[in-house]
């Protein structure tokens, strides 16, 4: 019954090569949110998806690239894998909202280590 | 632009002593603010949230927070620290307009003395 799943955990890989992750939440949310948490801990917005839409992309390299085949899916993919990629990505979702201030819930986190 | 500043980068306290965790926000109107804690190795759980009303907010496992506009703050407390509440502690608010994603704060490590 998790609410936003993450596959995988842990994600090691060699430069250059291509990786997926995987989001999925069954919150019943319209919109879905990719964060980037680096070696010192700072959170920072990838991309945000409402109801399939994209809706925000910030300043991240065109190597990543999310997916939304529906709804309740927002996977991440990610090209010729660098060093500087190693991170935890998190997954995050949250319910309609006017003001789109409501609560974000967040998956368990992906490891990417890139070698 | 929105912002938050969280000015304790680690702090450390003994278990059964009380803990303040201060967060500083930048908001343009009536900010929403969230604590979130992140336990080692583990994603981000919310402990509350602040969006209108009440400016003493109650949180999840035993935690407060109190909204001061006059300061800017929206500082998490607790009055009995326990050994399980090691972790990271972020406070955050939304970025505004119609995005909805949240700008966190660089957060502060707390490390529990037994």
């Known amino acids: 019954d998790t609410a936003v799943s993450q596959t995988p955990k842990y994600l090691v890989t060699q430069m250059g090569n291509d990786k997926s992750i995987k989001c999925e939440q069954n919150l019943g949310h319209d919109t879905m949110y990719w964060y980037k948490q680096d070696s010192k801990k700072f959170l920072k917005i990838m991309f945000s998806y409402n109801n399939k839409e994209l809706i925000i992309n910030e300043t991240v390299p065109n190597r990543f690239s999310p997916k939304s085949p529906d709804k309740a899916h927002l996977n991440l993919h990610i090209n010729s894998l660098e060093l500087g990629d190693s991170a935890v990505y998190f997954c995050?979702?949250?319910?309609?909202?006017?003001?789109?201030?409501?609560?974000?819930?967040f998956g368990p986190g992906t490891r990417l280590t890139v070698l | 632009a929105q912002s938050v500043t969280q000015p304790d980068i680690h702090i450390t306290v003994s278990e059964g002593a009380s803990l303040e965790l201060r967060c500083n926000y930048s908001?343009?109107?009536?900010?929403?603010l969230f604590w979130y804690v992140q336990s080692p190795g583990q994603g981000l759980q919310l402990l509350l949230k602040?969006?209108?009303?009440?400016?003493l907010v109650q949180g999840i496992k035993g935690f407060e927070a109190e909204f001061k506009r006059s300061q800017s703050s929206f500082n998490l407390r607790k009055p009995s620290v326990h050994w399980s509440d090691a972790a990271e502690y972020f406070c955050?608010?939304?970025?505004?307009?119609?995005?909805?994603?949240?700008?966190f704060g660089k957060g502060t490590k707390l490390s529990v003395k037994p």
């Open positions: 995050a979702s949250s319910p309609p909202a006017g003001g789109r201030t409501d609560t974000q819930y």
């Open positions: 908001y343009g109107a009536t900010p929403y």
């Open positions: 955050a608010v939304p970025s505004g307009g119609s995005q909805g994603n949240l700008i």
């Open positions: 602040y969006f209108s009303g009440d400016t």
